[in-house]
């Protein structure tokens, strides 16, 4: 069982940054990968990036590609969501979740934290 708890949401102005949070106790094992979702107003949940445990491999959903950059800190069991260049269509829920690497589905997921883009 793994837990997770996000933090780091707020009001922002376009073009602006931000810095996500997600806590992770329980059993954290090599082989698990590490994503980040979202869910604006309106919308489906959609895959924002994703990071493996082990060797930090990293992948990008386009829109957010370039401006944004997920990272890990195996110490402190915490993964990371920098936003910078902040735009409006980013306004959304945010939520990190983990699975293993050879799974499909997440498994595990955050209870989210708002993320409020201002044009």
């Known amino acids: 069982q793994v837990q997770l708890v996000e933090s780091g949401g707020g009001l922002v102005q376009t073009g602006g940054s931000l810095r996500l949070s997600c806590a ?13 979702f979202r869910q604006g107003p309106g ?36 993964v990371y969501l920098q936003m910078n260049s902040l ?3 980013d306004t959304a829920v945010y939520y990190c979740a983990v699975k293993r690497d050879v799974a499909v589905k997440y498994p595990y997921w955050g209870q989210g934290t708002q993320v409020t883009v201002s044009s």
């Open 24 to 36: 992770a106790s329980g059993r954290i094992f090599s082989s698990y990968v590490m994503g980040w």
């Open 43 to 78: 919308k489906e949940r959609e895959f924002v990036a994703a990071i493996t445990w082990s060797d930090g491999f990293t992948t990008y959903a386009d829109s957010v590609k370039g401006r944004f950059t997920i990272s890990r800190d195996n110490a402190e069991n915490t």
């Open 87 to 89: 735009k409006p269509e």
